[in-house]
């Protein structure tokens, strides 16, 4: 039986209707149309990734209640500097990231800062989903099946900004919250509900990956994730005299750290 696409105009036309409008999220309140640099919404079961200057502000909304935004970063043109979910909670002493938090790398920078948090509920020590989790909880994992992993998603994005599986780190998972019990076990507490958002200052040239899928403690028998939008815009970093600079010793040492490096490289 011939499909649509056996042929050459066949092809072309099922690409071409494929072209639909495309569902970009309107820039926040305050943000003039002409500094926007990004505005997308990522399905479900999707990745996304862009590379992003030195000072833009990426807003993560989650309209639904159902999205999980599993983060990597990584310094533009630089990716052995890339986000360390170990060090961000050890340095600052907290494992529960929120308005205020540093994202940091392993040499002592800051990559991001959180601005804004409307959710408070994430997760920085559960890392994403795993091929062979999801093929063992949904029967596939696989990028082009029904229920991608996390992780294979992240790969993909990472393919297209020349990096590979050697640097894919553990990490951050934005909209579902984990906790540590007095027991030491892990509790899942879901997400914070509908509306919410988390808004980053990239902190350095960034890129960005974001898989949109499950959080691995997700209780549900079915692959459930919602909507994520995405939407950058320019400004300018943390500076000397923002509140966020003086706020505890290791911030400020952090970002002492990075604006010597970022100065010296005429960033």
Not at 45 to 54: D, E, F, I, M, S
């Amino acid at each position: 039986m011939r499909s649509a696409t056996d042929t050459t105009h066949g092809a072309r036309d099922h690409a071409r209707a494929q072209a639909a409008p495309v569902d970009r999220p309107a820039a926040p309140a305050g943000v003039p149309a002409e500094d926007v640099v990004w505005a997308e919404t990522v399905p479900g079961g999707n990745y996304t990734h862009k590379v992003l200057a030195r000072g833009t502000s990426l807003r993560l909304a989650d309209p639904l209640g159902d999205a999980c935004a599993h983060l990597l970063l990584y310094v533009a043109d630089r990716p052995w500097e890339r986000l360390n979910v170990a060090d961000t909670t050890k340095v600052q002493w907290n494992a529960y990231l929120g308005p205020g938090s540093l994202l940091l790398s392993d040499q002592g920078r800051v990559l991001a800062s959180i601005t804004e948090d409307g959710s408070g509920r994430h997760d920085a020590l559960c890392g994403t989903s795993t091929l062979a989790r999801n093929s063992d909880r949904y029967g596939a994992g696989a990028p082009e099946s029904a229920s991608p992993a996390g992780r294979e998603l992240l790969l993909l994005a990472a393919a297209k900004n020349g990096l590979d599986r050697r640097d894919l780190a553990p990490s951050l998972s934005l909209f579902k919250g984990v906790r540590v019990s007095a027991e030491g076990a892990l509790e899942y507490t879901g997400s914070a509900g509908p509306g919410t958002a988390v808004t980053l200052r990239a902190e350095q040239p960034l890129t960005v990956l974001i898989a949109n899928v499950p959080h691995p403690l997700d209780p549900r028998p079915e692959y459930q994730c919602g909507p994520l939008e995405l939407t950058a815009w320019r400004g300018r970093p943390t500076a000397p005299g923002d509140p966020l600079w003086e706020a505890t010793p290791e911030g400020h040492r952090a970002f002492l750290n990075t604006a010597e490096f970022c100065a010296a490289r005429g960033l």
